[in-house]
């Protein structure tokens, strides 16, 4: 019977045709072979190695224990020797199948497996700290995404699965597979310090299992032999071709770091377009670098500053000395990562010329590495234009799947990519182990959002415990904020106290934290600007507003109106149709009229941020009006004459301000010469009645925006101050708004129903807080499998837990253009909507497309997606 089988076993990996029937194989020993030299190749990277050491209390890994790591990462598809799993090459629905990681766990319930284990059990006798440990084999098992569930009533063993029967004997190819798997790693004899018990070590390893998994899972590279091959043959191949790849795709960046050393170090040099280094710039230029245990520093500085640039010379600077191998330049929008992208890869290959690192875009919905855009496959398989010689399938490999993001050289994507590191849910292991090599900067940090923060803190502490470097930058970051994140550096246990609002108030802006400054106070100034604000309590007066921005682009101005929710932005959009009439004065995409937020799908997403960056762009001269959410208010380089806003707190009041004059060489309309921004913000008293009703006013209030407390110091600090400077009241204005201390006085002081209702807003900050832990992952844990019911609602902002649903082939999107996948907000959907398949999809009128899903109905038109009544 064994010569009847399809292929030699044990087999690791099948190439199968179109109708199933399998092509070739690669023996299970190449395989564990494969991924066990990757793994080694990925700890021959300085970095790599001092991240997993530092992740257990270690300077260093020596080659000992780097052996005995190396050999249960080879062993990390043991499982597969099983029949169950060997049964896959069979024509499907012959026989039982069954996976390979459950069932070693299940095995070792029953003690099926443990004599074939023997020899491995032998060996690794001393080699960690607590031998009694489970976390080194549920890291190996983790490769698929986590930890398989180890309870004895979910991983039940199966005997069948392991006797032997149709001439193939299970255990005894595991017992010759571990055997194998020490042999290749010889060192692992050598007498050195155990590897530690510490759990987030073995976090740290199982991160490094998957991504060598991932690596050496690549058939491009890691090619099937034509005969059935040998471990012992496989093994040197495997090293050569690891290390090659470890070098082509970046993760170890040696030709690029060279070419970084012989940069002429001086600003004007690096930067030529400036005249001369802001404070941003400067400030980061003159610090001491950091020392190879880690290091978070905090740069405070107003929009338009030149914090991009400041960034990208604290990562050279830690690039040339070694002491990172990229970067991760973490945005709040989707709109704002295309745009910052493309000024770093512009940046990086006028400096580093053919020797730059890939820039690549970690945005799902795109596949953009360089300047390149690669096309989807079936088979989450990627094509590269103009490829032939197979570079763009090295440099483009971390941006064909989400998951792969963090282990890029040069990467610009949204935050979310960076929270998803520290929620318990799938791949986060392999994401945070990828990151802690690379220079992590976070943009436009802030304090509005006590779910993100608490997520954003969970990342930071994981890479303060593996020595990694971060970067957070913001002009609006409050004291509350930054002292929990200062605190992120210290032990477990510290705490860093909120400084009272007097010290607070008279701490500099703009500053440096975190990295020692000389001459602090010869920093160049930063500019200085007036803006006139003015406060409009008749929030719902659309028609009011819309003749208000339609009179301003009359005169020539380019009109920004920022609102606080999609629905809001749909109706604004809607009053300004009805006012305009024809007027070519509304944006457009493809000729259509439309609004700008984040419920598009991904392929008009992509026109409307490029339409965004044309109208508003620093070279943009046509009058325009544009409606628009949070999507456009941070990190983007476009500029507006005028300013309307939703009144929001002060710290992102702030942000969107950072839209307005941005460039100040441009000439203005006339009437528009100074900066102006008209601010729609309810009373005092009228938000007071908002403390019963949030939705009030349809503008967020109590959804987006939870402190109603903080939008009431806001309006009153813009009521006292109609013509703020900027940045000198930068601190002043977001000290106001954020401040726990100052919050609690004023509403003590508006007295009535405010004192009550800031209390439930702590409140529910805490509760926020509280499910933001509950979501994260402990690193101080072992490893164990996350509960499904978790998993499913853990999201990287409160709330979201949205569905992805793919449209037919050649659904036209409002645009004109082909779009294949839309997001439906999870709040829009029933608790059971999962296992739900798109419903009465219909094109009722060009453009428009209307279907059900989960049993609620959907239009996606020009507007964007929204919910309506489908009969």
């Not at 071709?241 to 050393?261: M, N, Q, Y």
């Not at 439309?594 to 598009?600: E, F, L, S």
């Amino acid at each position: 019977m064994a010569n009847m089988f399809p292929v030699p076993r044990p087999w690791g990996k099948l190439r199968r045709a179109e109708d199933g029937g399998v092509l070739s194989s690669l023996g299970l020993a190449d395989h564990c072979a494969d991924v066990g030299a990757v793994f080694l190749a990925l700890l021959e990277v300085p970095n790599i190695r001092l991240g997993l050491a530092r992740l257990g209390d270690l300077e260093t890994l020596d080659d000992a224990q780097v052996a005995r790591l190396c050999v249960l990462a080879a062993l990390h598809d043991l499982g597969k020797v099983n029949h169950g799993f060997q049964n896959k090459a069979l024509p499907k629905g012959t026989i039982q199948v069954e996976g390979h990681i459950g069932c070693v766990v299940g095995a070792l319930h029953d003690r099926i497996i443990q004599g074939a284990l023997a020899n491995l059990y032998d060996a690794m006798d001393g080699w960690c700290e607590n031998d009694g440990n489970d976390d080194p084999l549920l890291a190996i098992l983790s490769h698929h995404g986590g930890p398989p569930e180890t309870s004895p009533s979910v991983a039940r063993g199966n005997p069948k699965l392991w006797q032997p029967a149709g001439g193939y004997a299970p255990l005894a190819a595991l017992t010759e597979l571990v055997q194998t798997a020490l042999g290749w790693f010889p060192q692992h004899r050598e007498t050195c310090q155990p590897l530690p018990a510490k759990h987030s070590f073995w976090h740290g390893f199982a991160g490094l299992v998957a991504l060598a998994d991932r690596l050496g899972s690549d058939e491009r590279v890691f090619t099937y032999p034509e005969g059935p091959g040998s471990g012992e043959s496989r093994i040197a191949f495997a090293l050569r071709t690891a290390r090659r790849i470890v070098g082509e795709r970046f993760l170890r960046p040696d030709r690029s770091r060279t070419a970084a050393e012989a940069l002429d170090w001086s600003f004007r040099t690096l930067f030529p377009s400036f005249s001369a280094p802001q404070f941003a710039q400067a400030a980061v230029l003159s610090a001491a670098l950091p020392t190879r245990a880690g290091s978070l520093a905090i740069l405070e500085a107003e929009t338009g500053s030149g914090k991009t640039e400041a960034a990208l010379l604290h990562f050279l600077r830690l690039f040339r000395a070694g002491m990172v191998d990229g970067m991760y330049f973490a945005l709040p929008t989707r709109v704002s990562a295309v745009q910052i992208r493309e000024r770093i890869r512009k940046a990086l290959g006028r400096l580093l010329g053919t020797q730059a690192p890939p820039v690549i875009l970690a945005v799902p919905g795109y596949l953009r590495v360089d300047d390149v855009d690669g096309t989807a496959l079936p088979g989450f398989k990627v094509t590269w234009p103009d490829d032939e010689a197979g570079t763009m399938r090295d440099r483009g490999w971390a941006a064909e799947h989400p998951s792969r993001y963090l282990a890029g050289a040069v990467v610009v994507g949204t935050i979310d990519q960076v929270l998803l590191s520290g929620l318990d849910v799938k791949d986060c292991r392999l994401r945070a182990a990828s990151l802690m090599r690379s220079l992590l900067v976070v943009d436009e940090v802030h304090a509005s959002d006590t779910y993100m923060v608490r997520l954003l803190e969970n990342v930071l502490r994981f890479r303060a415990a593996a020595g990694a470097h971060t970067l957070l930058m913001s002009a609006t970051l409050g004291e509350g904020a930054r002292a929990r994140l200062v605190a992120i550096m210290g032990p477990r246990s510290r705490t860093s106290p909120v400084a009272a609002p007097d010290i607070a108030l008279r701490k500099p802006y703009p500053m440096l934290s975190g990295l020692p400054v000389d001459n602090a106070d010869s920093m160049p100034k930063p500019r200085r600007r007036s803006v006139s604000v003015e406060l409009v309590a008749d929030t719902a007066g659309l028609a009011e507003i819309a003749e208000l921005a339609l009179s301003a682009a009359g005169r020539d101005a380019r009109v920004l109106i920022i609102v606080n929710t999609v629905n809001r932005a749909m109706a604004v959009q809607q009053a300004l149709e009805e006012k305009a009439g024809d007027s070519p004065l509304l944006f457009t995409v493809n000729r259509r009229r439309c609004p700008h937020h984040a419920r598009y799908a991904a392929e008009d997403r992509r026109l409307l941020d490029r339409a965004v960056e044309e109208r508003f762009g620093s070279g943009a001269t046509t009058p325009v009006v544009l409606v628009a959410t949070q999507t456009v208010e941070q990190s983007l380089d476009i500029d507006a004459d005028l300013l309307i806003t939703d009144l929001c707190p002060a710290d992102v009041l702030l942000q969107r301000l950072g839209r307005l004059h941005r460039h100040p060489q441009r000439t203005r309309p006339t009437g528009f010469e100074e900066p102006r921004a008209i601010v729609l913000a309810p009373t005092v008293a009228e938000l007071a009645e908002a403390l019963e009703r949030p939705g009030r006013f349809g503008m967020g209030f109590g959804k987006v925006y939870d402190s109603l407390t903080a939008l009431a110091a806001t309006r009153i600090t813009l009521e006292a101050r109609p013509h703020l400077t900027v940045p000198d009241d930068n601190r002043m204005l977001v000290e106001a708004a954020t401040h726990p201390e100052l919050l609690g006085e004023l509403a003590d002081r508006l007295g009535g129903g405010w004192p009550k209702a800031h209390r439930g807003s702590t409140g529910d900050a805490q509760a926020r807080w509280t499910l933001a832990t509950n979501h994260a992952i402990d690193w101080a844990k072992p490893l164990q499998a996350t509960p499904k019911a978790l998993e499913e609602k853990a999201a990287t902002r409160l709330g979201l837990r949205d569905a992805l649903i793919r449209l037919p082939e050649a659904t036209k999107g409002p645009f004109g253009e082909a779009v294949s996948t839309i997001k439906l907000p999870g709040w829009m959907l029933p608790n059971d909507w999962i296992g739900s398949e798109i419903e009465e999809l219909a094109s009722s009128a060009p453009g428009e497309v209307t279907f059900r899903f989960a049993g609620v109905g959907f239009v996606y038109d020009r507007l964007g997606l929204r919910m309506v009544a489908i009969g």
